[in-house]
């Protein structure tokens, strides 16, 4: 189903319409001897060495971006052509980048919401930046909670379809998928039903950190909904790759949409978000070489995934593993002496691990659905190993 009846320029924020963006120099020339963005012509101060030496502008003075005396190339194009051929997305016009998804999120909020008139609709349990930036940005935040009957974790469409009927003034959906803490796909079907709904007129943002954790049997991901943006304007797809790619350190966030909504994104953005280190690491982790490492280490991560949870299912006072398991973590209940997930049991545990044990994971249980809830992240053999060990030991 197309949306004919969507005209953007009703959803985005009129001064952000209006916003004429900041020009970077590299935006108009970038070849010759440049003295136009007071860079340092005698390049970084570093004392060079055998294993890095860093790139100098004596001999060749053409414009490079991997000159870390220059400010980095501000559209990153190589990068986007590798995203493109990747997700199988129409254009580069569709990407923006950003640093890490919380950049996209925040933009999004901004973009589309006016402060103290607006609001975002989510569904806890779920990423606490969608409420974070929020906060940030005066606009409320509407909760329709996932089903969690049964560690479910899947939308009620019908009510959350109501909600958006009664409330114009919701702009914004924040939809996790895998979710976190959940771990768990959300049924496509679902989401395309909000994003048909013709009643709401605002935008869409699926949130797929954790995607490349449920694809196929070789490593090939066909759970995202990143192509759906050549059918639907409003919505947009949040990707990382923090993830899969195990580049948390560098910062890269991707975003997926119409051309109309990633040009707002780069009118709006920061000059230079993308530094020259963090886009050569993201050109080489996209590479073909660097696509293929990733699949293998996400082939043993889900391998691992699978041990532990069979591991866990051995201990007498793990109770469920919810969710659906398609994310690099899982979520499992403590139990307390009487056979009921406990959520001060399952801190005291946490706790322990971390100040007694040297493991640290992550408590959940104040969030809904997850009474008593660890989420462990997926480590190596030996690091699960550890865990399962100390977890036996402390739950005996």
């Known amino acids: 189903m197309t949306r004919a009846d969507f005209t953007l320029a009703n959803v985005v ?19 010759g001897i440049l003295l136009d963005a007071n860079e340092n012509s005698y390049g970084p101060a570093l004392a ?24 980095p190339d501000p559209h990153q194009l190589s990068i986007k052509q590798q995203l493109v051929a990747m997700r199988h997305i129409p254009s580069t016009d569709n990407v923006f980048l950003g640093v890490g998804s919380d950049e996209s999120i925040d933009l999004a909020i901004r973009v589309f919401c006016r402060p103290a008139v607006d609001k975002i609709l989510i569904c806890p349990p779920t990423y606490g930046m969608y409420s974070v930036s929020a906060q940030v940005n005066d606009v ?9 009957a049964g560690g479910s974790f899947q939308l009620q469409v019908d009510k959350i379809l109501e909600t958006l009927r009664n409330d114009p003034l919701i702009k914004l959906v924040f939809l996790c998928s895998p979710g976190n803490p ?44 990143a192509p759906w943006v050549a059918e639907y304007p409003n919505l947009i797809v949040a990707q990382t790759l923090s993830k899969s790619f195990g580049l948390a350190g560098i910062r890269m966030g991707i975003s997926i949409s119409s051309p109309e909504i990633s040009q707002i994104f780069n009118n709006t953005k920061a000059p230079y978000n993308i ?55 899982v979520l499992a209940e403590v139990l307390n002496t009487q056979g009921r997930p406990d959520n001060t049991t399952a801190f005291e545990v946490y706790k322990r691990l971390a100040e007694s044990e040297g493991v640290v994971v992550r408590f959940r249980g104040s969030e809904i659905g997850c009474e008593g809830c660890l989420r462990m992240s997926i480590g190596t053999a030996e690091e699960n190993v550890v865990l399962i060990a100390k977890l036996r030991s402390l739950l005996a």
């Open 140 to 148: 409320e935040v509407v909760k329709v909670p996932l089903d969690v």
């Open 182 to 225: 959940t771990g768990t796909l959300l049924a496509h079907k679902d989401i395309k039903q909000i994003l048909d709904f013709e009643p709401y007129k605002g935008v869409v943002m699926v949130d797929e950190a954790y995607i490349d954790f449920c694809g196929d049997a070789e490593g090939i991901n066909v759970m995202t909904v």
């Open 48 to 71: 060079a060495s055998g294993e890095f030496a860093a790139p100098r502008t004596l001999g060749d003075l053409a414009y490079s971006d991997v000159h870390l005396e220059r400010y």
């Open 13 to 31: 924020r009129p001064n952000i319409l209006a916003l004429k963006p900041y020009r970077c120099a590299r935006d108009d020339y970038s070849e």
């Open 275 to 329: 530094s020259t280190p963090t886009s050569l690491l993201a050109r080489s982790a996209l590479s073909e070489a660097g696509q293929d490492a990733m699949r293998h280490h996400v082939s043993l991560i889900t391998n691992e995934r699978t041990n532990l949870i069979n591991s866990l299912k051995t201990i007498p006072r793990i109770g469920r593993i919810l969710g659906g398991n398609d994310a690099n973590f």
